[in-house]
Each structure stands twice: as C-alpha cells, then as structure tokens.
C-alpha cells in the first residue's frame, strides 16, 4: 500500500506564495516520476510540474517561471513551490507517483488533493 499525502494548500492573495508538499509512505526512489497535477471546476485535471528520478523537469507553460518542482529522497517528500500566483492558479492541487515497475501491484499513485484558492 502506497499513500501520498498533500499539505500547504489555502488561501492567498494574487501575487502571493504557497509551498505544497507531498510526503509518501514509500520510498521515494521506488518512483520513475513524480508529477504535480490540478483541476479547476468544470475543467479537466491537467499537468502542472513534473520531475523524473535522474533530475528532470517539465512545466505547464502557464506556470513556468513562477512554479519550482523539487524531490527530497531522504524525506520521501516532493515539493512545489508557487510565486506570483494568479487568480487562474486556483484549483485542487494532486500529487502523482508513477512507477516504470509496478509499486505493490500499482503503476500510479494519487493523493487526495488539496485546495488552493488565489483571491484577486
């Protein structure tokens, strides 16, 4: 069994910061990729940030620049890191894990999501 568990979601004002965490019950190396996802209402979920296990990066266009990805294998924990954020950035935030190599009898992973609202 594999848990991941968000933290760091709320409230804040257009232009401010947030850090989101993602602390899993694995070790973290067991996992090719670990992503960031959101999903806004009406809308379909879509990537936000990913990292791969050997140091890759991948943003959404309308985050880069402003968003930072990051892994701590000693931890078990990834980050995010939210500047400048805008309205448009609300949303329910997921963290992903995704395994080449089935982790107990799963490729991926979610967590249950969290809430960040960007007052204007």
């Known amino acids: 069994q594999v848990q991941l568990v968000e933290s760091g979601g709320g409230l804040v004002q257009a232009g401010g910061s947030l850090r989101l965490a993602c602390a899993v019950s694995?070790?973290?190396?067991?996992?090719?990729?670990m992503g960031w996802y959101r999903q806004a209402p009406g809308a379909q979920r879509e990537l936000v940030a990913g990292?791969?296990?050997?140091?890759?990066?991948n943003y959404a266009d309308s985050v880069k620049g402003r968003f930072t990805i990051s892994r701590d294998n000693a931890k078990d924990t990834m980050y995010l890191q939210m500047n400048d954020l805008k309205p448009e950035d609300t949303a329910v935030y997921y963290c992903?894990?995704?395994?080449?190599?089935?982790?107990?009898?799963?490729?991926?992973?979610w967590g249950q999501g969290i809430q960040v609202t960007v007052s204007s």
């Open positions: 990292i791969t296990s050997t140091g890759s990066y």
């Open positions: 694995r070790r973290l190396f067991l996992f090719n990729t």
């Open positions: 992903n894990a995704h395994a080449l190599r089935a982790v107990f009898g799963s490729n991926d992973y």
